[in-house]
């Protein structure tokens, strides 16, 4: 028949057929094909192409979420005696793996504040085997200065890390810096649209043998179906990173106006403590903010309930807007002093602004915030 599909078809099946036993053992041997869709998919692979394509790296493996990148990625590359250096700013979900899952195995884990260069290198100066960073970070968009600590990091023979899902791969290019991995949670802006639980990791040759073998061990891989819907997603990046750029800042820009918001974390503007190195290593500044509201938890709260068009969710990254207090989603499970020095406060709000147009976000903030 003449015509191809233009769109490329899910490939819904967990195992291959072989002509003769010659080839099935060859692919065994050689992972010169498909066997086994926990191994490799034809739909996984044409999204790990994609996404390798637009971090600039030679692979991607696809997960069956943010987490399960993570884990197999750090998992893949320490083991008992080891020592990571990491932020206290990572997500809550990295955090337990560091926190709670890595001390069992005899794995060091030292947390430094993300936006206390001199203290992580003097950290880094100590030995480590992995340095894990995360940017910009998440409620309070600290935007770390990774090219400085990847150098240092790479002079002591370690390897490092980075979840770059706030930034999505349009807003930063860590391959530029010498990250040697890139970790996506695909549930955000890769797939943009709230519908996927995903994740990816992007890196060059020993690494991603490694990774993909884990992956094999481990078992979170990517099924074809989110694959696919990951790749629609993806056909749409770049021109919604734009609108949620563009969106969050004049969003920012009116919150910060606002009589009754006392305080805006956004760093596309000046006041942000890393509006500078932001504006220096980043093509745009995203679609994530977060701000405090002039009241206590409950007058937040009121505020939460009262939006509208702002649907009241966890996760971020999508074309719809979200939002929630901190305190009672991401950051629930940590202490009260361990929520100060992450700088959650009572009255924080986060907010994924989404790509519906802007007027209709800012009106709909302003009628929530007249509660108060
Ligand atoms: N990394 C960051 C920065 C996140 O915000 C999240 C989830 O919110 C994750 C990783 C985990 O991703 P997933 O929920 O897809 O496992």
């Not at 010169?32 to 192409?49: A, L, Q």
């Not at 970790?183 to 991603?208: E, M, Q, R």
């Not at 969710?313 to 002093?337: C, D, F, M, Y």
């Not at 602004?353 to 209709?360: C, D, I, K, R, S």
Request: aromatic share 6%; net charge negative.
């Amino acid at each position: 028949m003449k015509g191809k599909p233009v769109i490329p078809p899910v490939y819904m099946t967990a195992t291959y057929k072989f002509d003769n036993s010659d080839d099935l053992i060859d692919v065994v041997q050689n992972h010169s094909g498909y066997i086994y869709s926990r191994w490799d998919n034809p739909s996984v692979v044409e999204v790990e192409h994609a996404v390798a394509h637009l971090e600039g790296y030679d692979h991607a493996l696809g997960f069956s979420s943010g987490m399960a990148a993570i884990s197999t990625a750090v998992l893949a590359h320490v083991q008992t005696g080891d020592r990571i250096v990491t932020t206290r700013e990572i997500y809550g979900g990295t955090f337990e793996l560091m926190n709670t899952v890595l001390p069992g195995f005899g794995v060091d884990v030292t947390y430094v504040n993300c936006w206390k260069t001199d203290e992580i290198l003097a950290e880094i100066d100590k030995g480590l085997t992995l340095l894990y960073l995360e940017s910009p970070t998440n409620p309070l968009l600290r935007v770390v200065d990774v090219p400085t600590l990847a150098s240092a990091a790479h002079a002591k023979g370690a390897l490092v890390l980075l979840d770059a899902t706030f930034a999505s791969p349009i807003n930063q290019h860590p391959v530029q810096w010498g990250v040697d991995v890139v970790i996506h949670s695909g549930t955000k802006y890769l797939g943009g649209h709230h519908d996927v639980t995903a994740g990816f990791v992007c890196c060059n040759k020993p690494c991603s043998d490694r990774i993909w073998n884990r992956r094999k061990i481990f078992g979170g891989v990517m099924d074809p179906m989110t694959a696919f819907l990951t790749l629609r997603g993806l056909q749409t990046l770049e021109l919604r990173m734009h609108k949620h750029n563009q969106n969050a800042m004049a969003v920012a820009r009116f919150l910060a106006a606002h009589p009754k918001v006392t305080a805006v974390h956004y760093p596309g503007l000046p006041a942000h403590p890393d509006h500078k190195i932001a504006s220096a290593r980043m093509t745009g500044f995203g679609g994530m903010l977060s701000f405090e509201v002039a009241s206590d938890f409950d007058g937040t709260k009121q505020v939460m309930d009262r939006l509208k068009t702002i649907k009241l969710a966890t996760s971020l990254g999508g074309v719809t807007s979200l939002a929630n207090q901190p305190l009672t989603n991401t950051h629930a499970a940590l202490s009260p002093e361990a929520r100060e020095k992450a700088g959650v406060s009572e009255n924080l709000v986060r907010l994924s602004v989404g790509v519906e147009a802007v007027q209709t976000l800012i009106d709909d903030l302003n009628q929530a915030l007249d509660v108060i």
